[in-house]
């Protein structure tokens, strides 16, 4: 049921989201406008290593924030909040969906915005990180998915909302960043190698699972009234 | 309500804040590599301590709150987080001074516990503005609540984090080489954590008797003169933006 009606608000947000075209467009236009800016920010032509690594878990951290201050925007406006919570279903259902919207615009923003990052900024081949950059990718975006739309729930409904997505949201996204660019980094480097891949791994894992479950411990309390 | 005790707790605050310092000055040996600088430990790390407790009481308050949704609950939620905001301040500043002083640099990247305390910091500052920016009373309790819990779980995991990516460099006052702190510098920073907790428990005790006894005033003044709101413009212009529970901050 929890399910089934979570299923039913995530097709509507993707029918949205394909017939507006809002959010992924927007986070592919401001990732690409953010590595040409590192371009010229550090005056380098080709990134290796630690610093291809920061670069391009930063700038999907901050291209995660627009979508996150979007989140809710459907459902702000004309009350339909409201008509979501008239409907008995289970609070859980409306998180799950959200979470599982983002985690599709991450995937399928990520698509587009890693094969950018290769060709303007990263010096190795891309290819020869691939398989374990993958599992790190997806990790992280379900971590950033849970939180994503955790934050946009607690910011929906108050004043200065496009202040406190990103104040709240970055900050509790530190260890993820840790550990993705942790990982990333031997990864990206000249000789890619991987390098402790296993335990940033296994912590992005534990990071994931504390989040989603706290996130649906605590969600119903942002929708209850 | 909350009044009970506070004069005896008050008391025993400042003795042993006063036997914590005496102990510092007099008591504790002086460090063989520090110095007298070394005596900023005794201040630094109850601080620290104090405030990260604070932190996770009002997670666990929130909790409660989130489960009874008691409204008492929130604000021993709200005042233990802001006042740890402040003892925070307050550790950031000595660590930052401990640093210049021992290693040279105002700030030390490597040195994980400090970076990781930052962290929590940054985050934390985000809990007023957030509070603040919800005009409901009741949704204001609860979304507060909803960040208290989130944030209390992320301490330690953020340390986690930190501590795994830092390479560990600095082995210092606690476990050095050679075996850890002597007896006397145990013995003084234990009574000046413990001071530390006395004046955090008094402090937060003055400050939920001052609002509760301040939400009492302004429900028997509505009793008394339902009319008179208006003759008063300073409190009804007031109240009409914010609920009459909650005043600005207080650092």
């Known amino acids: 049921m929890t399910l089934r009606a979570a299923l039913a608000i995530l097709r509507k947000d993707l029918a949205i989201e394909l017939r507006t075209r809002q959010s992924v467009p927007a986070m592919v236009l401001f990732s690409v406008t953010v590595f040409v800016l590192f371009h010229f920010g550090l005056d380098r032509d080709e990134l290796d290593g630690p610093l291809a690594s920061g670069v391009l878990w930063v700038t999907l951290l901050l291209a995660t924030v627009l979508a996150v201050n979007r989140l809710f925007a459907s459902e702000r406006e004309d009350g339909a909040l409201e008509g979501i919570l008239l409907a008995p279903i289970d609070r859980t259902s409306v998180y799950l969906a ?17 094969p950018a ?3 303007l900024l990263l010096g190795p081949n891309l290819l020869d990180a691939f398989p374990a950059l993958l599992a790190i990718l997806l990790l992280a975006d379900v971590g950033l998915a849970a939180l994503g739309a955790l934050v946009a729930g607690l910011a929906a409904e108050t004043r200065a909302r496009d202040l406190i997505v990103p104040l709240l949201l970055l900050p509790l996204l530190v260890p993820l960043l840790i550990s993705a660019a942790k990982a990333s980094q031997p990864l990206l480097a000249l000789q890619p190698r991987a390098h402790e891949l296993g335990k940033w791994l296994g912590f992005l894992a534990l990071y994931d699972l504390v989040f989603v479950l706290l996130a649906v411990a605590v969600f119903d309390f942002l929708l209850e009234d | 309500m909350y009044g009970k005790g506070l004069r005896t707790l008050s008391i025993a ?24 600088i070394q005596k900023i430990f005794y201040l630094h790390v109850p601080l620290a301590i104090v405030a990260l407790c604070g932190f996770i009481a009002g997670g666990v308050f929130a909790i409660q ?3 009874t949704g008691g409204r008492e609950w929130d604000m ?22 401990w640093a210049r002083a021992s290693w040279g640099h105002w700030w030390e990247w490597n040195e994980p516990v400090l970076v990781s305390f930052l962290i929590v910091f940054l985050l934390y500052c985000c809990y007023q503005p957030l509070r603040f920016s919800i005009s409901d009373p009741e949704r204001q309790a609860r979304y507060a609540s909803v960040f208290a819990v989130a944030a209390g779980a992320f301490v330690p995991i953020n340390f986690a984090a930190v501590r795994m990516a830092t390479a560990h460099v600095h082995p210092r006052v606690f476990g050095t080489t050679t075996g850890g702190m002597p007896t006397r510098m145990w013995e003084t920073f234990l009574v000046a954590l413990l001071g530390m907790a006395l004046l955090f428990i008094t402090l937060w005790k003055t400050e939920l008797t ?15 003169a339902p009319e008179t709101d208006e003759a008063a413009p300073p409190l009804a212009g007031h109240e009409a933006e914010q609920p009459p529970t909650e005043p600005v901050p207080a650092h």
């Not at chain 2, 042993?16 to 007298?36: C, H, I, R, S």
């Not at chain 2, 001052?210 to 008394?224: D, G, I």
């Open chain 2, 13 to 36: 605050t400042v003795l042993v804040m006063g036997a914590a310092a005496t102990l510092t000055f007099f008591y504790a040996p002086l460090d063989a590599d520090q110095g007298v």
């Open chain 1, 98 to 114: 959200k979470a599982a919207a983002l985690f599709l615009y991450l995937v399928v923003f990520e698509l587009v915005a890693l």
């Open chain 1, 117 to 119: 990052f290769a060709i």
């Open chain 2, 76 to 97: 021993r939620s709200y005042v233990a987080i802001h006042l740890s905001l402040v003892l925070a301040v307050g550790a950031l500043i000595t660590g930052s001074i």
């Open chain 2, 210 to 224: 001052a609002k509760s006894s301040r939400e009492q005033l302004n429900r028997l003044r509505r009793r008394l």
């Open chain 2, 65 to 67: 709150q989130l489960r």
